[in-house]
Protein backbone atom coordinates (compact mmCIF):
# COMPACT_ATOMS: atom_id res chain seq x y z
CA UNK A 1 0.00 0.00 0.00
CA UNK A 2 1.47 3.31 -1.00
CA UNK A 3 1.25 6.64 1.25
CA UNK A 4 0.83 10.07 -0.42
CA UNK A 5 4.79 10.65 -0.33
CA UNK A 6 5.08 7.32 -2.60
CA UNK A 7 6.34 5.54 0.16
CA UNK A 8 5.58 1.77 0.33
CA UNK A 9 4.59 -0.45 4.15
CA UNK A 10 4.63 -4.16 3.83
CA UNK A 11 3.95 -5.95 7.03
CA UNK A 12 6.08 -9.65 7.17
CA UNK A 13 6.63 -12.64 8.88
CA UNK A 14 10.43 -13.78 9.02
CA UNK A 15 10.99 -16.39 11.75
CA UNK A 16 7.88 -15.75 13.27
CA UNK A 17 8.64 -12.65 13.84
CA UNK A 18 6.67 -9.46 12.94
CA UNK A 19 8.81 -7.15 10.36
CA UNK A 20 7.89 -3.98 8.32
CA UNK A 21 9.42 -3.32 5.31
CA UNK A 22 9.41 0.32 4.26
CA UNK A 23 10.40 0.42 0.05
CA UNK A 24 11.21 4.16 -0.98
CA UNK A 25 10.02 5.40 -4.38
CA UNK A 26 12.83 5.20 -6.94
CA UNK A 27 13.94 8.94 -8.42
CA UNK A 28 11.60 10.31 -11.12
CA UNK A 29 13.37 10.16 -14.27
CA UNK A 30 14.11 13.89 -15.62
CA UNK A 31 14.18 14.75 -19.27
CA UNK A 32 17.21 15.47 -21.15
CA UNK A 33 16.62 19.37 -21.48
CA UNK A 34 15.89 19.48 -17.50
CA UNK A 35 19.47 17.34 -17.05
CA UNK A 36 21.27 20.03 -18.87
CA UNK A 37 19.06 22.91 -17.79
CA UNK A 38 20.13 21.57 -14.05
CA UNK A 39 23.66 21.32 -14.86
CA UNK A 40 23.80 25.08 -16.33
CA UNK A 41 21.84 26.42 -13.42
CA UNK A 42 24.66 25.01 -11.42
CA UNK A 43 27.37 26.28 -13.22
CA UNK A 44 26.54 29.56 -12.81
CA UNK A 45 26.24 29.53 -9.27
CA UNK A 46 29.77 28.34 -9.02
CA UNK A 47 30.99 31.42 -11.60
CA UNK A 48 29.12 33.70 -9.24
CA UNK A 49 30.99 33.25 -6.82
CA UNK A 50 34.19 32.61 -8.76
CA UNK A 51 33.50 36.24 -10.05
CA UNK A 52 32.72 37.91 -6.91
CA UNK A 53 35.82 37.40 -5.76
CA UNK A 54 37.96 38.62 -8.70
CA UNK A 55 36.28 41.67 -8.48
CA UNK A 56 36.83 42.28 -4.80
CA UNK A 57 39.74 40.91 -4.32
CA UNK A 58 39.44 42.13 -0.44
CA UNK A 59 37.40 40.15 0.72
CA UNK A 60 39.31 36.79 -0.47
CA UNK A 61 39.71 34.69 2.48
CA UNK A 62 42.76 32.65 1.59
CA UNK A 63 45.59 33.72 3.26
CA UNK A 64 49.14 34.01 1.36
CA UNK A 65 51.21 32.29 4.13
CA UNK A 66 54.21 32.59 4.63
CA UNK A 67 54.57 36.24 2.18
CA UNK A 68 51.71 37.81 4.15
CA UNK A 69 53.81 37.41 7.76
CA UNK A 70 54.17 40.95 8.23
CA UNK A 71 50.66 41.94 7.87
CA UNK A 72 49.11 38.70 9.00
CA UNK A 73 46.22 39.00 11.30
CA UNK A 74 45.87 36.18 14.19
CA UNK A 75 42.31 36.57 15.77
CA UNK A 76 42.60 38.07 19.29
CA UNK A 77 40.95 35.07 20.40
CA UNK A 78 42.69 32.27 18.30
CA UNK A 79 44.42 29.42 21.18
CA UNK A 80 47.71 28.71 19.81
CA UNK A 81 50.35 28.28 22.60
CA UNK A 82 49.42 28.53 26.87
CA UNK A 83 51.70 30.32 28.46
CA UNK A 84 52.03 32.10 32.11
CA UNK A 85 51.64 35.16 32.13
CA UNK A 86 54.16 37.58 33.22
CA UNK A 87 54.49 41.34 34.64
CA UNK A 88 57.14 43.61 33.90
CA UNK A 89 59.44 42.30 36.40
CA UNK A 90 59.26 39.03 34.64
CA UNK A 91 57.52 37.35 37.66
CA UNK A 92 54.28 35.45 37.58
CA UNK A 93 50.98 34.13 39.95
CA UNK A 94 51.39 30.58 39.68
CA UNK A 95 51.30 28.74 43.34
CA UNK A 96 51.52 25.32 42.00
CA UNK A 97 48.12 24.67 43.91
CA UNK A 98 47.49 22.08 40.38
CA UNK A 99 44.15 22.61 40.10
CA UNK A 100 44.82 22.87 36.50
CA UNK A 101 46.80 19.84 35.95
CA UNK A 102 43.88 17.73 37.75
CA UNK A 103 41.34 19.65 35.78
CA UNK A 104 43.03 19.26 32.44
CA UNK A 105 40.89 16.09 30.64
CA UNK A 106 43.83 14.42 28.76
CA UNK A 107 46.35 15.08 31.25
CA UNK A 108 48.80 17.92 29.17
CA UNK A 109 49.73 19.98 31.96
CA UNK A 110 52.21 18.46 35.05
CA UNK A 111 52.47 21.04 37.75
CA UNK A 112 55.56 19.69 40.13
CA UNK A 113 55.98 21.60 43.45
CA UNK A 114 58.52 22.58 46.00
CA UNK A 115 59.00 23.58 48.95
CA UNK A 116 60.44 27.08 48.99
CA UNK A 117 62.70 29.29 51.52
CA UNK A 118 59.66 30.12 53.71
CA UNK A 119 58.12 26.86 54.16
CA UNK A 120 55.50 27.69 51.30
CA UNK A 121 54.31 25.62 48.28
CA UNK A 122 56.53 27.37 45.31
CA UNK A 123 56.07 26.17 41.56
CA UNK A 124 59.20 23.88 40.70
CA UNK A 125 58.00 23.36 37.06
CA UNK A 126 55.01 23.87 34.88
CA UNK A 127 55.11 21.09 31.96
CA UNK A 128 52.83 21.54 29.04
CA UNK A 129 52.37 18.87 26.41
CA UNK A 130 51.54 20.48 23.42
CA UNK A 131 51.44 17.87 21.26
CA UNK A 132 48.19 16.29 23.06
CA UNK A 133 46.36 19.54 23.88
CA UNK A 134 42.88 20.06 22.39
CA UNK A 135 42.89 23.93 23.58
CA UNK A 136 39.90 23.49 25.16
CA UNK A 137 40.65 26.14 27.23
CA UNK A 138 39.39 24.76 30.87
CA UNK A 139 43.25 25.59 32.44
CA UNK A 140 43.16 28.93 31.73
CA UNK A 141 39.54 29.39 32.88
CA UNK A 142 39.86 27.09 36.08
CA UNK A 143 42.87 28.93 37.19
CA UNK A 144 42.23 30.96 40.89
CA UNK A 145 45.01 33.06 40.69
CA UNK A 146 44.68 34.28 36.65
CA UNK A 147 48.27 32.72 35.87
CA UNK A 148 47.76 31.60 32.71
CA UNK A 149 46.92 32.87 28.92
CA UNK A 150 46.42 31.87 25.52
CA UNK A 151 48.54 33.44 22.98
CA UNK A 152 47.57 33.72 19.24
CA UNK A 153 51.45 33.26 18.72
CA UNK A 154 51.06 30.11 16.52
CA UNK A 155 54.05 29.17 14.66
CA UNK A 156 55.26 26.14 16.58
CA UNK A 157 56.07 23.71 14.17
CA UNK A 158 58.78 21.16 14.73
CA UNK A 159 60.21 18.33 13.13
CA UNK A 160 60.47 16.25 16.65
CA UNK A 161 57.29 15.46 18.23
CA UNK A 162 59.21 16.03 21.73
CA UNK A 163 59.74 19.44 21.17
CA UNK A 164 56.19 20.08 21.73
CA UNK A 165 56.78 19.39 25.41
CA UNK A 166 57.34 23.03 27.32
CA UNK A 167 58.35 23.84 30.15
CA UNK A 168 56.11 27.40 30.73
CA UNK A 169 57.89 28.53 33.72
CA UNK A 170 61.14 30.72 33.48
CA UNK A 171 61.95 29.99 36.75
CA UNK A 172 60.66 28.12 39.83
CA UNK A 173 60.22 30.34 43.17
CA UNK A 174 57.62 32.23 44.65
CA UNK A 175 55.02 34.14 42.87
CA UNK A 176 54.18 37.85 42.60
CA UNK A 177 52.47 38.47 45.38
CA UNK A 178 55.35 36.78 47.66
CA UNK A 179 57.81 38.81 45.23
CA UNK A 180 56.05 42.27 46.53
CA UNK A 181 56.67 41.41 50.58
CA UNK A 182 60.83 41.52 49.86
CA UNK A 183 62.27 44.84 49.40
CA UNK A 184 65.56 43.67 48.67
CA UNK A 185 66.26 43.29 44.42
CA UNK A 186 69.47 40.74 45.03
CA UNK A 187 67.00 38.87 47.74
CA UNK A 188 64.49 38.92 44.72
CA UNK A 189 66.89 37.46 42.08
CA UNK A 190 68.41 35.03 44.39
CA UNK A 191 64.95 32.86 45.60
CA UNK A 192 64.73 33.18 41.57
CA UNK A 193 65.65 29.08 40.15
CA UNK A 194 66.22 29.91 36.36
CA UNK A 195 64.12 27.26 34.23
CA UNK A 196 64.61 26.37 30.54
CA UNK A 197 61.48 25.54 28.02
CA UNK A 198 63.45 22.30 27.04
CA UNK A 199 65.04 21.47 30.00
CA UNK A 200 64.89 18.11 31.74
CA UNK A 201 62.58 16.35 32.73
CA UNK A 202 61.05 17.63 29.61
CA UNK A 203 60.45 16.84 26.88
CA UNK A 204 61.68 13.24 28.15
CA UNK A 205 64.99 14.34 28.87
CA UNK A 206 66.03 16.34 26.09
CA UNK A 207 68.25 19.02 27.63
CA UNK A 208 68.49 22.27 26.26
CA UNK A 209 70.82 22.87 23.71
CA UNK A 210 71.59 19.18 22.35
CA UNK A 211 67.61 20.06 20.93
CA UNK A 212 68.91 21.94 18.60
CA UNK A 213 70.87 20.78 15.52
CA UNK A 214 70.20 19.46 11.69
CA UNK A 215 67.05 18.37 11.03
CA UNK A 216 65.81 19.83 14.18
CA UNK A 217 63.90 22.61 15.03
CA UNK A 218 63.80 24.15 18.05
CA UNK A 219 60.23 26.80 18.26
CA UNK A 220 60.51 28.34 21.89
CA UNK A 221 56.92 28.89 23.64
CA UNK A 222 56.04 32.66 23.64
CA UNK A 223 57.02 32.79 27.77
CA UNK A 224 60.73 32.50 26.72
CA UNK A 225 63.07 34.61 24.65
CA UNK A 226 65.03 32.85 21.86
CA UNK A 227 68.21 33.59 23.51
CA UNK A 228 67.30 31.51 26.90
CA UNK A 229 67.36 28.43 25.27
S1 LIG B 1 48.51 27.85 36.78
FE1 LIG B 1 46.92 28.42 38.27
S2 LIG B 1 45.76 26.53 38.60
FE2 LIG B 1 47.68 25.95 37.64
S3 LIG B 1 49.05 25.45 39.32
FE3 LIG B 1 49.42 27.61 38.80
S4 LIG B 1 48.07 28.76 40.15
FE4 LIG B 1 47.32 26.64 40.20
S1 LIG C 1 43.81 23.79 26.99
FE1 LIG C 1 42.62 22.04 27.75
S2 LIG C 1 43.75 20.24 27.04
FE2 LIG C 1 45.13 21.98 26.84
S3 LIG C 1 46.28 22.01 28.74
FE3 LIG C 1 44.52 23.37 29.06
S4 LIG C 1 42.95 22.06 29.97
FE4 LIG C 1 44.49 20.71 29.08
Not at 19 to 33: D, F, H, K, N
Not at 88 to 110: L, M, R, Y
Amino acid sequence: MFNRQGIKQQQVKVGGKQLTIIQAPRPQRTSQVATVWGALCSLWNGMRVTWRYFSRPSSIVTQQYPENREHLKIPERFRAQLRLKYDENGEHNCTGCKICDVQCPNASIEVIDMRGESGKKEIDRFVWRMDICTFCNICVMVCPFDALEMSNEFESSVYDKRLLTYQLNRYAGPTKKAFEKIESSADRERLKVGRQPFEAPTPLGIAAGVASGPGVSVAPPSTMKKDDI
